[in-house]
């Protein structure tokens, strides 16, 4: 165990920490996964209880009706958008829809999705946008398919999965993620906010398939002055040529 002087408290962390694999920003509150489904309640418990990532959480959850059927509805009548830039660190399909990539909105997306759009439109002020690193799509894992063990390129983001179709063999034996020590299952209807920068692991070994939407999110703790110093870092690393090859690694980014 190892002392770790974080933000305003002192942590104790084991092995498992963020290892983002381009950037690091210090200080901000840390954990592998920052929702926890209480069975009692039947209902998330959200980190730190953070008023942000808890009025985020409780809105998504309550569209997700209103997403499903949209998804279900129009999805068997498009192409996906996904583009599998190496194949090597996966198994399996996968198949997207998106309404962020690479930190721009798609505007495609409104025109099949128009209900989702007005609903992720009142994520904008905490939505990662702006930078080569953010997403948000409708992901679907098909079925014997397997992510190997990555980490994302920054630690200052935070991923929603909203789960909108779950297999019904739902054991983390068949299905799940891992996001450094703990194993996971998505709920359906349930969000799971994960910290990706920690090490992390997709499988689904049932034939069934899996959706969720993702959403990149701003870590809570970063500023608005720093989000928009940071969006500026990185159009200027874009300008001169220092990011290619990297924000088209949608490696990082297979959820």
Not at 40 to 66: E, F, G, L, W
Not at 78 to 92: F, K, P
Request: charged share 20%; glycine share 4%.
């Amino acid at each position: 165990m190892a002392a770790v002087l974080q933000g305003p408290s002192l942590l104790y962390t084991s092995l498992h920490r963020p290892s983002p694999s381009l950037m690091m920003m210090p200080g901000l509150r840390s954990l592998p996964v920052w929702t926890s489904y209480d069975k009692n309640t039947q209902a998330n418990r959200i980190a730190y209880q953070d008023p942000t990532v808890t009025k985020i959480v409780h809105h998504m959850q309550s569209k997700v009706d209103i997403i499903r059927n949209e998804y279900m509805s129009v999805s068997p009548n498009i192409n996906s958008d996904y583009e599998d830039s190496d194949g090597a660190l996966h198994t399996g399909t996968w198949d997207w829809h998106s309404y962020l990539l690479k930190g721009k909105i798609q505007p495609e997306f409104a025109l099949n999705f128009p209900e989702t759009t007005r609903i992720l439109a009142e994520l904008q002020p905490y939505m990662f946008t702006g930078t080569p690193f953010g997403f948000c799509f409708f992901s679907k894992l098909a079925g014997q398919s397997k992510i190997q063990e990555h980490t994302s390129p920054i630690n200052f983001r935070l991923r929603l999965h909203l789960p909108l179709v779950v297999p019904s063999n739902n054991t983390a034996a068949n299905i799940g993620i891992r996001v450094g020590p703990t194993e996971n299952i998505w709920r359906k209807d349930q969000a799971l906010v994960l910290d990706d920068s920690y090490r992390h692991e997709v499988w689904n070994h049932t034939d069934e398939e899996r959706v969720l939407l993702l959403v990149d999110l701003w870590h809570p703790d970063v500023r608005m002055s720093e989000r928009e110093e940071i969006v500026m870092m990185f159009q200027h690393a874009q300008q001169q040529g220092w990011l290619d090859g990297k924000d088209n690694n949608n490696n990082e980014d297979k959820q």
